[in-house]
């Protein structure tokens, strides 16, 4: 199976900071990769796919970035909606396996 | 708009089985991959499977292999997961998410299990 490597596992930040999550390969993905933000009580809301391709609705202060088997979600500059647990999902190979997630939290 | 409409909460006993749903509206059901993920309390996310509508075809995560059996219903635009020998391990809630993208996640059923 293909891990994925996820840090930090807990981010605490000031609003207006620029932060960013890093989730590792095991194994070749391509830009088989997912961001999403999900909030207490909430389902999983899609933020990035492709790697670097924005999903709709999504504000433009997040984006998404790799660097050989390294991908970066980093959200510009922190808003108080931004405070959630972030995970990525790599969609190249069965099983689809997601990151640890991380907890971004006010500082 | 598109929409998946997730069944209740669920309390069951060990040992039993449940059958939870998800129901499509919104898009052509038959024609997008849909795909079951688990939440365990406190803990992250974990791919069960997914099933293809139009011709029933499955692919399952190993972990879940004879835990989860994933059907869908073309007619009424529902796809199902039961779950089999529950235990408390199987405590978690459950979400459907369309397609290759999951741009769309039910809201979650959770299960709990408990004699």
């Known amino acids: 199976d293909i891990q994925m490597t996820q840090s930090p596992s807990s981010l605490p930040a000031s609003l207006g900071d620029r932060v960013t999550i890093t989730c590792r390969a095991s194994?070749?993905?391509?830009?088989?990769l997912r961001w999403f933000q999900q909030k207490p009580g909430k389902s999983p809301r899609l933020m990035i796919y492709?790697?670097?391709n924005l999903a709709a609705g999504v504000p433009s202060r997040f984006s998404g970035s790799r660097s050989g088997s390294d991908y970066s979600l980093t959200i510009s500059s922190l808003e108080s909606e931004d405070m959630a647990d972030y995970y990525c999902l790599q969609s190249k190979e069965s099983p689809l396996t997601f990151g640890s997630g991380t907890k971004l939290e006010i500082k | 708009q598109v929409q998946l409409q997730q069944s209740g909460t669920e309390l069951v006993k060990p040992a039993s089985s449940v059958k939870i749903s998800c129901k499509a509206s919104?898009?052509?059901?038959?024609?997008?991959?849909m795909h079951w993920i688990r939440q365990q309390p406190g803990n992250g996310l974990e791919w069960i499977g997914w099933i293809y509508p139009g011709n029933g075809n499955t692919k399952y995560n190993q972990k879940f292999d004879g835990k989860a059996t994933l059907t869908a219903d073309k007619s009424s635009s529902t796809a199902y997961m039961q779950l089999s020998s529950l235990t408390s391990e199987d405590s978690a809630v459950y979400f459907c998410?369309?397609?290759?993208?999951?741009?769309?996640w039910g809201q979650g059923v959770m299960v709990t299990v408990s004699s």
């Open positions: 919104g898009y052509t059901f038959t024609s997008n991959y």
């Open positions: 492709g790697a670097t």
């Open positions: 998410a369309r397609g290759s993208l999951f741009d769309y």
């Open positions: 194994q070749d993905i391509g830009n088989y």
